[in-house]
């Protein structure tokens, strides 16, 4: 993949203070501060977005019939919609507020409780066939918690409900909520088999989900959306069941590959399924058919220990007593490049044998984003039988390293901070763009898996970055303290790419370390009853 070419001459932007390089900044949206994810649309011009024949249109139409593209914003704001015609000056559409999205019995929202809202939906999928925009209700939305279920009593008055709204978008300029389905968990929500059906992960489990044998986290609950106004869940068939080493443990989000195989991260590793046709399955020795609800596992399964947390945490999940052992590490979100769109550099990607994958994890000390929390090229050779399905404690299988990166020593990494790890990442052929918290948005060029190198990088004061999206050659960011910054990289990043070349980060200003305690200090911390995945706000 070429990287994107400088951008066009336009009024100059003033470029914040911090450490940027190779990148520049076109633009801001501050009202979306506090955004978790961000996705996009394609709207055709002749039917206006109206449901599954939009591709006709994207297809076969001519040049002037050709639709605009959409940017989905989701956050403790609720949605936002954007018209990207001028991508670097979007232009807003409408939103679903989080006041919308409060269920009976919420807590309302006011200045002295300020997390009242709407939380989390940090990888929010689309259905950009049907028009349709997916927000994952995390149990601890409304001032909600992962200690308690919903019914039990609440000191914060919260009802502790998790589950799934989903967002009727074919105006995008008139959003309509259409239906909401309560489920066991909320956290994330991915599209399987072309959106007809949702995989829903989420948070760890209380302690009646340790009675029923959950012994280190929530499963996947699958969610049947062919009626998107009359969902039907089924969390009696929960899917990705003993997949740390034998026990059932957190699993977190879902990746869709070209293919259709749902890639599955979350703490133990990452695995791989079918969810619809007939396929080999290598645990049960035959072929059967694949469904959302009993899909057929392909490969996959933990990391290394060598590039993930487990080297300073071994063992196995438990929910009590505390802490979990975080063996095959604590995977949160993944990607399988294959085909023409992978890096055309090395036929392990073009095969679809190697990995991406983030461990969110931000580690102790001298470990933070040095051995923990970090990007990991893993091969999927050797595990194509059923290796991550049959791993036990005493006889663990582990995916071999390939390569690893992270913004470690000569990147300015403070170690004393909770704000080094890996988060969500975008990719666009061998272009890896990145989002790393308090690390800003890190721009990666893979085509040498063994040595990922970085050709740009985007760490602004008073920023804290949840991800980063490459799209129509910009980079938008969702940053919780900045809104969405919209980026354009640099001639320097090319080169950098052509070379080899990595650019270093220099060290972190005095003004963003400040900036990054008083964070730890008095806005967000690590969840406890996560193992200290995902931030939770407490301001």
């Not at 300029?173 to 968990?185: I, M, V, Y």
């Not at 290598?282 to 220990?305: E, I, K, N, W």
């Not at 461990?359 to 102790?364: D, I, L, R």
Request: charged share 20%; proline share 8%; hydrophobic share 35%.
């Amino acid at each position: 993949m070429a990287v994107a070419a400088a951008a066009p001459a336009q009024a100059q932007v003033a470029q914040p203070p911090g450490a940027i390089k190779n990148m520049e900044l076109v633009g801001n949206l501050p009202e979306a501060a506090n955004a978790t994810a961000i996705n996009f649309m394609t709207y055709g011009k002749k039917d206006r977005g109206h449901g599954r024949f939009d591709w006709l249109w994207d297809w076969f139409g001519k040049p002037k019939d050709k639709g605009k593209t959409v940017m989905l914003v989701t956050g403790r704001f609720g949605l936002k919609t954007y018209d990207l015609s001028d991508p670097a000056k979007p232009k807003f559409l409408d939103e679903i507020t989080s006041e919308q999205l409060r269920l009976p019995g919420d807590p309302p929202y006011s200045p002295s409780n300020p997390t009242s809202t709407f939380w989390q939906n940090e990888d929010m999928d689309v259905d950009d066939k049907r028009k349709l925009a997916l927000l994952s209700r995390d149990p601890r939305a409304f001032r909600g918690s992962t200690t308690r279920s919903p019914g039990d009593s609440d000191p914060n008055g919260a009802t502790n409900i998790a589950g799934v709204y989903v967002v009727d978008a074919k105006n995008p300029a008139d959003l309509k909520l259409l239906s909401f389905k309560e489920l066991p968990t909320g956290h994330t929500t991915s599209c399987v088999n072309d959106c007809e059906w949702l995989w829903t992960g989420g948070p760890a489990p209380t302690t009646k989900q340790e009675q029923g044998g959950w012994l280190g986290g929530r499963p996947i609950i699958a969610t049947d959306l062919r009626d998107p106004k009359n969902p039907v869940s089924y969390p009696q068939k929960p899917v990705d069941l003993f997949r740390q080493d034998g026990v059932t443990a957190y699993a977190h989000d879902v990746d869709v590959d070209e293919l259709g195989v749902a890639w599955v991260a979350g703490l133990g590793g990452t695995r791989g399924y079918w969810t619809d046709g007939i396929h080999w399955d290598p645990v049960q020795r035959g072929f059967r058919r694949a469904t959302p609800v009993d899909p057929v596992p392909y490969a996959g399964g933990g990391l290394s220990p060598q590039t993930t947390s487990e080297k300073f945490n071994p063992g196995v999940s438990q929910l009590s007593p505390l802490p979990d052992g975080n063996a095959g590490g604590w995977m949160h979100n993944s990607w399988r490049p294959i085909g023409l769109s992978a890096p055309l550099t090395d036929w392990r990607y073009i095969k679809g044998e190697l990995l991406l994958g983030t461990e969110e994890w931000f580690g102790a000390g001298a470990n933070a984003c040095r051995e923990e929390g970090k990007f990991t090229i893993s091969s999927l050779k050797g595990s194509y039988n059923g290796e991550g399905w049959r791993s036990t404690p005493e006889k663990p299988f582990r995916m071999e390293a390939v390569g690893s990166w992270a913004p470690a020593d000569n990147e300015g990494t403070v170690y004393n901070l909770g704000s080094c790890s890996a988060h969500y990442f975008d990719v666009d052929g061998s272009i890896v763009t990145y989002g790393w918290y308090g690390q800003g948005t890190r721009i990666l060029d893979i085509s040498n898996p063994a040595k990922p190198i970085q050709i740009a990088y985007f760490r602004p004061d008073g920023g804290n970055v949840w991800a980063s999206y490459n799209e129509g050659g910009y980079i938008y960011t969702a940053d919780a303290a900045r809104g969405v910054d919209i980026l354009k990289l640099k001639k320097g990043a090319r080169a950098s790419a052509a070379s080899a070349k990595e650019v270093n980060a220099p060290k972190m200003s005095k003004a963003q370390v400040d900036y990054l305690k008083n964070v730890a200090a008095k806005q967000w911390v690590a969840d406890p009853s996560t193992g200290g995945l995902c931030l939770l706000p407490v301001f």
